[in-house]
């Protein structure tokens, strides 16, 4: 007998458990037919209705049990069990609360849910929604700066006594604004990320455009995973675009800066500048990878929602 494992309503990994167990969590609605499943022998995690088919038995020719799912309930039942309504299935127990939903939401047409797929969301309006975030804290990251820039400000208007107290008064002022504008800001960017993900299923950028962020079954991320999303996105990302690209840019003007002391000259350092700026924008280019990535990704994943273990997708 297999030995599953699957995800809860967290995006968590349970298991293993056996075939009736499976099963009787599904019944019990702890499974449902979008949450992932692995056994030995698949290749990866796949929903739990592409796999459900043989637990509900066999039909009269020895062919698994033919299944669908309930528009109402999203759960798997026997197709012969349930009761169409249009291109959609409705389990028996679950007939009078569909129709009650429909007659509240005016709804008429509804699709078939065995059929539904995750639409995920492509790669140049996901830069649109980035953009539109990055516009959306200007202002929240003024205001974190905002105690360095009046300082600043008064340190210029004030610029009296000699310039060794201006500068020892001041610059120890500014180096504590400017770190506590600092920490303030990162602590806006976590909140941010992590509430509005965890609350709203996206960013306002994301929001905007009729996007938001997902488990790979399509169920509403934990704070926790919000969180992981955020830490795989902005630290480890930045770290792998930004420091390559600053190595490669600090080594060629090295070299150049070598260059020209041993016999090159003045023209041979302008030269060398001019490549390290193009080796710095080629390396940048190239480990934005990270985020690239997306474009030819079926499921449109950048690096952190493949360690985060999340889709964007649209509404």
């Not at 699957?6 to 990994?13: G, I, N």
Request: glycine residues 12%; aromatic residues 14%.
């Amino acid at each position: 007998m297999a030995k599953w494992f699957y995800t809860d309503s967290s995006a968590t990994q349970q298991g293993p458990v056996d075939d009736s167990t499976l099963l009787r969590l599904h019944n019990e609605g702890a499974v449902d037919a979008g949450s992932l499943v692995w056994r030995e022998g698949l290749d990866e995690w796949v929903p739990f209705v592409a796999e459900a088919g043989p637990l509900f038995g066999e039909n009269g020719d020895g062919a698994p049990v033919e299944i669908g799912i309930c528009a109402y309930s999203g759960r798997v039942y026997p197709a012969s069990e349930m009761v169409p309504y249009g291109e959609a299935l409705v389990g028996v127990g679950h007939k009078q609360a569909f129709v009650q939903r429909l007659m509240e939401s005016g709804a008429v047409a509804v699709g078939d849910a065995t059929e539904s797929r995750l639409a995920y969301v492509g790669f140049w309006w996901r830069c649109l929604s980035s953009l539109l975030d990055y516009l959306i804290k200007l202002v929240p990251s003024w205001l974190c700066m905002a105690p360095f820039y009046l300082l600043s400000f008064a340190g210029g208007v004030a610029a009296t006594g000699t310039p060794d107290e201006i500068i020892g008064g001041w610059s120890a002022l500014m180096m504590v604004a400017y770190g506590f504008g600092l920490v303030a800001m990162l602590a806006f960017g976590v909140f941010y990320e992590t509430w509005m993900v965890g609350k709203y299923q996206g960013t306002l950028g994301k929001l905007i455009i009729g996007a938001k962020v997902v488990n790979p079954d399509g169920s509403r991320l934990s704070y926790r995973r919000a969180f992981v999303r955020w830490m795989a996105k902005k630290p480890l990302n930045y770290v792998i675009v930004w420091i390559p690209a600053t190595i490669g840019f600090g080594i060629m003007v090295v070299i150049m800066g070598v260059a020209a002391r041993e016999g090159g000259g003045s023209s041979v350092f302008a030269l060398g500048l001019a490549s390290a700026f193009f080796v710095y924008a080629g390396l940048l280019a190239l480990c934005s990878g990270v985020y690239w990535m997306a474009a030819f990704d079926s499921e449109k994943r950048t690096l952190h929602d493949r360690l985060a273990g999340t889709r964007v997708v649209w509404k």
